[in-house]
Each structure stands twice: as C-alpha cells, then as structure tokens.
C-alpha cells in the first residue's frame, strides 16, 4: 500500500493557501491596527484572539456541515473553492481599508473575513481522509503539514520583498497575490481532484447502523480514547504555543538578547519542523502514531526541561528550538490522523471539528495564563519553560490511555489497487 504523494500534494494546495493567509493575518493585521488607527496593544490583542474564538465554533460547525453536503463536486471541494474565492475578493478591500482609514469598513471586512476562513478550513483539512486510506493517514498528514509550512514562508518572503520598514501601503500588493494565490490553488484542486471518484475507490468503512438502521453508538473503549486524545491535543498546544508566543520576550528578559535573535530562533524551530515532516511520516508507519506522538511530546519536554536549567544563552538555545520542532513535527504528523481514524467515513468532518475545538480552545487559553503566571509570579518569564514542562508531562501521561487510531499497515493485501494516478 502506497501512498499517492502527487495527489496528495494537491490536496494540499487548499492548507498551504490558508497558512499562507494565516501567515499574512498574524503579521499584518497587528500592523495595521496600531499604526494605521492607534489601536493599543491590549485592545489589540483582545481583536488578534477573535479568530481563535471564533474557530472553537465555525470549525465544529462546518465541518459536520461537510459531511452532510452531497454534490457532483464532492462533500468538501464547493467548501474549498467558494471559501477560497469568497476570502479572496474580502482580501482585497483589507487594503483598501487601511489607506482610506476607513475603520468600520476594517472591521466589518475582518469580521467578515474570519468567517468565511472559519467556513472551509474544516472541509479543506477532512479531504486527504476522506480519500485516503486510514494507514496511510500519517504521511498524508505529514505532506499536509508540509504544504502548509511552505505557505507560510511564501508569505514571509513576498513580504520581505515588497515591505519595507512597515510601510502599510506595501501591503496592497502583498494582499493581491496571497488572494491570487489562494484563487489559483483551489482551481488547480478543483481541476485535478475528482473528489467523488476517489471515495468510491476507498476501502468500505464498518457497518454504521444496526439492525433497527439506528447509527451505532461509539464503542466506550474507544470513546475513552478520542477524549484522552482530545484532553492530550490541548495539553500540547498549551505547552508548545506558550514557548511560541512568549519565546522572543523571554531572550530578552532572561538572556538580554535581542528580539530578532529570538525571531530567528523560532524561525529554525519552523524550519526543522518542516523538514522533518516527511521522514516522521514514513517513520510512523513503521513504528506507528502513538509511539511517535510519546517520542515528539519527550522530545519537547526534554528540551523545555534544558531551556530552564540553561544558565544564560549559547549555541544549545539554538539546538533546543531544533529539538522542539522535531518534536513538534512528530506530535503534528499523527495527532489528526489517530482523531479521524476512530470516526467513520460519513463524519471525519465532524471530527475534523473536535481536534479543532481542543487545539484552539488551547491557543485561547494559555496566552491568557501563561501572561498571567508572567506578570504576577516572581520570577516572571523564567516561568515560561517550567509552564510547558508541565503540560508537556500532563499531555505524555494522557497519551497512555489513549488505545485506538493507532492503525500500522500490515503486509501489502491487494489496496496497492487504489494507488491509481487521476
């Protein structure tokens, strides 16, 4: 049983263009919003949170959404590419705004905007399952996560080319050829993916009613499974996103370096990630998702653990943001793809949701307290590594009890069939 790495490639092509959109989101918006209509850092935090928020329910939502859709296009693909077209054109006033100082029309248009990226993301990610068969699910994953990581250096490198020195009104162009982009992607999915006949050619999923045409209820061994896998995905994101949004402040306020030298950090962590992607796809195949998922969470508490007894910056700050992206990679590669496997074919949507709600309820959640612990504990930023230590250790030990998803190939049985090139 091979994996069909050309397809899923496009597959792809709908989670690079919306990293690439987060990407331009997270380093624009902020921009926008302090220099452009003077909004303070506090107030500004509170509107950079609202997609998250927003999120924990549109994602649930329109990914069960998918599931019920039935066209001649598919379940997920009307999703991608009206989403895609719809956030494009909205894309387009964002800059407008910004230079006519309009400030209603910002936000109108954001909010806007958050919500049509909050309608196609669910149904965007549910395609590679849908089509692909369970085993395979990691290093389709890992493809996924991979495109999704060139998006986002995309758009950090045409903004590097036509920004400079925060001018806002470089971000026009920027603007034009993320929306360009995002367009193009979902034609080329649209033109290349025959979304229904890639179903059909799925294995058959287990029977979903009983005798009565009732909807069998999820067995309670595996129902015990989804929620410690759940409780785990939060656990992570509180630990991995605390060191994300807090690591740049903690080189200066701990080891008085500059926020770039922290910035660049980060960027090798990203880095490492993304080459990473594909080799722990192929190694969880072999070794399988619950193993690499206690490996990726060691991996990130062993180097959250160093980070804290470092006693002041040197070579190994760079060797531990290396460390936590491989972690990460491993973590990120067979997370979604144990959810999805314990949900049946009519409902990866839905479960698509679920690993949604837990991570970006996460994301919500620990900048608030991690802030917190910050600002009123003693030792303020030195509490940064400690924290994630912690929810590190707590995700490790929910992991244990998770005891299905973990679905290893066996010896080829005849599937090497569905490998067909479209």
């Known amino acids: 049983m091979k994996l069909n790495y050309k397809r899923t490639f496009l597959i792809g092509l709908a989670f690079m263009a919306i990293s690439a959109f987060w990407q331009l989101y997270d380093n624009a918006i902020p921009l926008i919003l302090k220099n452009t209509f003077g909004v303070t850092d506090d107030i500004s935090g509170y509107i950079m949170a609202a997609d998250n928020v927003l999120a924990v329910f549109l994602l649930p939502l329109f990914g069960a959404l998918s599931d019920k859709v039935s066209t001649r296009f598919g379940k997920r693909k009307p999703f991608i590419i009206l989403g895609s077209c719809l956030a494009a054109v909205l894309m387009l006033v964002v800059p407008f705004a910004n230079n006519t100082k309009n400030l209603p029309l910002f936000v109108i248009i954001l909010g806007l905007l958050l919500v049509v990226m909050g ?154 990630a993304t080459a990473a992607f594909i080799p722990v796809g192929h190694l969880s195949s072999k070794l399988g998702r619950k193993k690499m998922i206690l490996i990726g969470v060691s991996l990130l508490a062993a180097a959250f653990l160093t980070g804290f007894i470092l006693p002041h910056y040197s070579i190994m700050a760079y060797v531990i943001m290396g460390v936590i992206g491989i972690g990460w990679a491993a973590i990120n590669v067979n997370s979604y793809p144990m959810v999805v496997e314990m949900s049946r074919g009519s409902d990866v949507g839905k479960y698509t949701g679920l690993y949604y709600t837990f991570s970006m309820s996460a994301q919500i959640l620990t900048p608030i307290l991690s802030g917190y612990l910050f600002a009123n504990l003693p030792w303020g930023y030195k509490v940064m590594f400690p924290y994630a230590l912690i929810f590190s250790v707590l995700a490790f030990i929910t992991m244990l009890f998770v005891k299905h998803g973990d679905n290893r190939p066996d010896a080829a049985k005849g599937l090497e069939a569905f490998d067909v090139e479209d």
């Open 119 to 272: 309608s196609y993301r669910s149904p965007a990610v549910a395609l590679m399952p849908d089509v692909t068969p369970k085993p395979l699910r990691s290093k389709g994953n890992a493809v996924i996560n991979l495109m999704g990581s060139l998006g986002g250096i995309m758009t950090f490198l045409i903004i590097a080319l036509f920004v400079k020195d925060n001018d806002m009104g470089n971000y026009t162009y920027v603007y034009a050829i993320i929306a360009a982009f995002m367009v193009a992607c979902a034609i080329i999915l649209g033109l290349t993916v025959n979304e229904n006949k890639l179903r059909a050619l799925m294995p058959p999923e287990e029977e979903e009613q009983t005798e009565s045409g009732e909807k069998k209820p999820m067995e309670k061994g595996v129902k015990k499974s989804l929620f410690f896998i759940l409780i785990s995905v939060a656990f992570w994101f509180m630990a991995y996103n605390a060191v994300n949004t807090a690591y740049s402040r903690y080189v200066q306020e701990v080891w008085g370096k500059s926020q770039s030298t922290g910035a660049t950090m980060m960027i090798i962590a990203m880095l490492v």
